[in-house]
């Protein structure tokens, strides 16, 4: 029974990655921060707000 547990929330964990980081509408098809190592200002400021 746990065994199903975990596999089941591994894929809703894997399900929500998929979404948010490849399939998301801001992001789709990927996003290339991951190829380049940088960001314009306006994506960085929406996406990472400084919190004050």
């Given amino acids: 029974m746990h065994s199903d547990e975990a596999t089941l929330a591994l894929g809703w964990i894997a ?3 998929m979404y948010m ?3 998301g ?3 789709f ?3 290339w921060i991951w190829l380049s190592g940088t960001a314009s200002e306006i ?3 929406e ?3 400084r919190k004050s």
């Fill in 15 to 17: 399900l929500a990655h």
């Fill in 21 to 23: 980081v490849h399939y």
């Fill in 25 to 27: 509408p801001n992001k």
């Fill in 29 to 31: 098809p990927m996003d």
């Fill in 43 to 45: 994506e960085w400021i």
């Fill in 47 to 49: 996406e990472r707000p």
